[in-house]
């Protein structure tokens, strides 16, 4: 029956599973590891977790759209208290899969309801699982410039010209901050570009939020973008995940979101959104989302989480000066590294090559994606020296 499927591609980290050297390095992986390399579980999560247990919770279903109380913290997380559709009622909203499920949610909904078009124009490069995601949502998937090679930066003005070019009312698709994989956020001022030519062009700004707090800070830089368009006026639409900012990988806690012009409005959409999950996977999974709006709710538990994610980040940013110490002082690497520090969130796209990260995979014992991105998380007080020291050596050839 099966003769004619072909099999997929390879698992793109090649040989990783089967190297069991003790000098071994995973930069693949986009999961948060303390200085010991060990997967890390918050302090929060832990307390939240205990004062569930402590409740004694039943296992029934949640609605279609997850728990209320937990989408409406993760929405005003992310956009604000003050912002004018949360404080009108006006955020139509559901409980996804984590981010992916956001995404799909968003996805399949645009394809379906959205009338003016179905383009969506991701950035080049994105997170690999945006093309997949919204063609098989029924869109049509094309680009915008983002990264520049050259200057190992954002291409403002590429992105610009894309976006100008692009047909009216297209879909956009912008990574709220500390955009994978390339680690380049734009600034404030150039939002606020961002958003003019948005306006102008009518595009429909869609947001990815995967890693609030990440980048530097919760609510009022992560944040930033996302509350500026809202208060630009844009009606926009938000997946967002507490994967990482919350350490809930596979508890999958996420949320899609999209601000609508008044309650009515917002109750007529979020009556098609569950007419979009339920054959999809009927209702979303309760213990992330109960652990998520345990710590959302709980002012304490909400310090200690706000505090546990600067520390994440702030290891990030450490790894990211010694890295830079380390290829530059220490190892006299050649070329230019200044963007292992400026880059932003868990990732650095660090410019080497297919072949020198082959190499270093086959050479060192050091993995990551082809296209050189790693995750700082990966690195910690044991493994960068002989990382800088490999990727040294690989780049003096
Ligand atoms: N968006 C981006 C940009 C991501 O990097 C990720 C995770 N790698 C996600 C969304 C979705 O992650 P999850 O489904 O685990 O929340």
């Known amino acids: 029956t099966w003769t004619n499927v072909p099999a997929g591609p390879p ?41 569930l247990r402590a409740s004694n919770p039943d296992k029934e279903y949640l609605p279609i759209t997850g728990l209320p109380e937990f989408t409406k913290n993760a929405t005003k997380l992310a956009y604000g208290v003050d912002s004018a559709p949360f404080k009108a009622n006006a955020i139509a909203s559901t409980q996804s899969i984590s981010g992916t499920g956001a995404l799909r949610i968003g996805g399949a909904f645009l394809g379906r309801f959205y009338p003016h078009s179905k383009v969506i124009y991701l950035p080049v490069p994105s997170w690999g699982n945006h093309t997949p995601i919204f063609r098989d949502s029924g869109l049509e998937v094309r680009g915008y410039r983002y990264f520049d090679k050259k200057t190992v930066g954002l291409d403002f003005e590429g992105l610009k010209e894309d976006l100008q070019k692009a047909p009216e009312r297209s879909i956009v698709l912008l990574h709220a901050c500390a955009h994978n994989p390339t680690g380049v956020d734009p600034t404030r001022a150039q939002w606020k570009e961002i958003s003019d030519i948005v306006k102008e062009k009518k595009l429909f700004p869609f947001f990815d939020m995967a890693y609030q707090g990440f980048a530097s800070g919760l609510t009022d830089r992560d944040a930033f973008a996302v509350r500026l368009f809202v208060s630009e006026g844009h009606q926009i639409a938000l997946a967002q995940s507490f994967a990482k900012n919350m350490g809930l990988y596979g508890e999958r806690a996420g949320a899609f979101s999209l ?7 917002k109750s007529r959409v979020e009556s098609q959104l569950k007419i979009v999950i339920r054959p999809m996977y009927s209702n979303p999974p309760l213990h992330g989302a109960r652990i998520a709006n345990t710590i959302l709710s709980r002012p304490e538990l909400y310090a200690e989480w706000e505090a546990e994610v600067k520390g994440m980040a702030d290891r990030i940013i450490s790894m990211r000066e010694r890295l830079y110490n380390e290829l530059t002082k220490t190892h006299k690497t050649p070329g230019e590294w200044g963007h292992i520090k400026s880059q932003i969130g868990m990732f650095s796209f660090t410019g080497l090559t297919a072949p020198q990260t082959k190499s270093l995979a086959e050479r060192a014992h050091i993995y990551m994606t082809a296209d050189g991105r790693i995750s700082m998380a990966g690195l910690n007080g044991n493994n960068i020296d002989y990382f800088a020291e490999s990727v040294s050596r690989s780049v003096k050839g």
């Open 259 to 265: 601000t609508s012009a008044d309650t009515e409005e």
């Open 11 to 51: 698992d793109p980290i090649l040989g990783l599973q089967a190297d069991q050297d003790q000098r071994k390095i995973n930069l693949g992986v986009g999961a948060y590891r303390d200085g010991d390399g060990k997967p890390y579980v918050l302090n929060s999560v832990k307390k939240a977790e205990e004062i």
